[in-house]
C-alpha cells in the first residue's frame, strides 16, 4: 500500500489488511448483502438462497483468484481506535499500463459515507503517479455507476449485456 493511500485512509479512520483464511465467513457475508436485494425478489426457502449464494461466492472467488493471481486482496477495516471491525473488501490488481478494481464492497451500514470514494480517489492517484489508468467493470443496473462516473469515470463501450467498463484516464 502506498503513502497516498494510507494517508487518504486514515484520515477516514479506515485501515486495510491482506485477506487471510480466517475472513472467508466475512467475505461471504458480505457476498450475501451485495445480493440482498436481488434475493428478496426470488421465492426460494431460505436455505435455498444461503447455499445459492454461498456457492455463488466460492465461484466469484474461483474466479477472482484464478484470473487476478497476483491481485491485492484487502480487508477495509474500519478502526477508531477504540474498535476495529470489518467492514469491505478491496480488491484490486495492478497491471503495467492498468490497474483494476476487480471488487470493492461495503457492509450496508458502512455504504454511503465516503469511504469508497475516498478509498477509489486515492487509488486512481497511486495509479496516475504510476503512469497507469485505473478501471472496473460496473454491473450496467448498479447504482454505483453515478459514483464512478463523479469520481472521472467514463464508460469505454466495452460491454457484455451484463457489465460495463469504466476507465479513468490518466490526469
Same mark, same amino acid.
Request: charged share 20%.
Given at each position: ?5 494510507? =494517508? /487518504?485512509?486514515? %484520515?477516514?479512520? $479506515? ?9 472467508? @465467513? ?53 478502526? =477508531? /481506535?477504540?474498535? %476495529?471491525?470489518? $467492514? ?9 499500463? @492498468? ?73
Amino acid at each position: 500500500m502506498s503513502a497516498s493511500l494510507s =494517508t /487518504g485512509l486514515s %484520515r477516514m479512520h $479506515v485501515r486495510l489488511r491482506l485477506r487471510a483464511n480466517k475472513d472467508t @465467513d466475512f467475505l461471504r457475508a458480505l457476498y450475501a448483502t451485495v445480493r440482498a436485494e436481488e434475493m428478496a425478489v426470488v421465492p426460494w426457502p431460505e436455505a435455498v438462497k444461503a447455499a445459492f449464494l454461498r456457492q455463488q461466492f466460492d465461484a466469484q472467488d474461483l474466479c477472482y483468484t484464478t484470473s487476478y493471481p497476483s491481485a491485492r486482496q484487502w480487508i477495509i477495516i474500519r478502526d =477508531t /481506535g477504540a474498535t %476495529r471491525r470489518p $467492514v469491505g473488501r478491496f480488491f484490486l490488481y495492478c497491471g503495467v499500463k @492498468d490497474w483494476r478494481i476487480i471488487d470493492i464492497a461495503f457492509l450496508p451500514e458502512w455504504r454511503g459515507m465516503g469511504m469508497g470514494s475516498g478509498l477509489i480517489t486515492a487509488t486512481a492517484a497511486d495509479a496516475a503517479a504510476a503512469g497507469c489508468t485505473l478501471s472496473l467493470h460496473v454491473d450496467i443496473h448498479n447504482r454505483a455507476k453515478s459514483l464512478y462516473r463523479r469520481l472521472g469515470f467514463v464508460e469505454d463501450g466495452t460491454h457484455n449485456g451484463l457489465y460495463q467498463k469504466m476507465v479513468r484516464a490518466l490526469p
